[in-house]
Nanobody, 124 residues
């Protein structure tokens, strides 16, 4: 069992930055790959980025490459998403999720534990 709690969302202007954090409790997060997803109103939840158990391998959706960076601190049981050069289309609720395996897939079904989400709003 485990729990994931996101923080760091908020309102930012176009071009600004935010850093999201996900704190894991319960079973050690370092046993699993982790991912970030987002969901905008009226749209399906979509993959943003993922990171392997060790933190060595990282995956990103095309629309965030070069702007977002995912990282993890296994000693602290946290995963972070640094978001730079934010655009209005990045507005969404962002979710942290734990993979069912050691690799970070891009599909919602590949993750079994989810945080409650944190709202990110980018104003134009």
């Amino acid at each position: 069992q485990g729990q994931l709690v996101e923080s760091g969302g908020g309102l930012v202007q176009t071009g600004g930055s935010l850093r999201l954090s996900c704190a894991a409790s319960g079973r050690t997060a370092s046993d699993y790959a982790m991912g970030w997803f987002r969901q905008a109103p009226g749209k399906e939840r979509e993959f943003v980025g993922g990171i392997s158990r060790s933190g060595v391998t990282k995956y990103y959706a095309e629309f965030v490459k070069g702007r977002f960076t995912i990282s993890r601190d296994n000693a602290e049981n946290t995963v972070a998403l640094q978001m730079n050069s934010l655009k209005p289309e990045d507005t969404a609720v962002y979710y942290c999720a734990r993979s069912r395996s050691g690799s970070a897939g891009t599909k919602v079904a590949q993750y079994d534990y989810w945080g409650q989400g944190t709202q990110v709003t980018v104003s134009s």
